[in-house]
């Protein structure tokens, strides 16, 4: 599957931006595609997560703030982030996981990342 993600950019602290992730390929009906960020110097960490059926579930950093959200028909997530803060300054990639019981496979495949700059 390959991701696509746009959206990000320059904001001010308080502002607010909206990234989008559309997959394309082979993508099972059953998935589930997060987002993820990695700030300079510090490790790749989970921000948030929404299965096909639309559960989803956020870190505590972003909770409140931070909205996910996807078209199915679309293939496409999109992560509403709010209230920005200089500490939510990354690159946010989005990641695709889904698994084929007939074949026994798991998918695992990244976007190429935007980078979300936030002033204070």
């Known amino acids: 599957v390959q991701l696509q993600a746009s959206g990000g950019g320059l904001v001010q602290a308080g502002g607010s931006l909206r990234l989008s992730c559309a997959a394309s390929?082979?993508?099972?009906?059953?998935?589930?595609m997060n987002w993820y960020r990695q700030a300079p110097g510090k490790e790749r960490e989970l921000v948030a997560g929404?299965?096909?059926?639309?559960?989803?579930s956020y870190a505590d950093s972003v909770e409140g703030r931070f909205t996910i959200s996807r078209d199915n028909a679309k293939n496409t997530v999109y992560l509403q982030m709010d209230n920005l803060r200089p500490e939510d300054t990354a690159v946010y990639y989005c990641?695709?996981?889904?698994?084929?019981?007939?074949?026994?496979?798991?998918?695992?495949?990244w976007g190429q990342g935007t980078l979300v700059t936030v002033s204070s």
């Open positions: 990641n695709y996981i889904a698994y084929d019981a007939s074949t026994d496979s798991s998918y695992n495949d």
């Open positions: 390929g082979s993508i099972f009906r059953i998935n589930l």
């Open positions: 929404m299965t096909t059926g639309g559960v989803a």
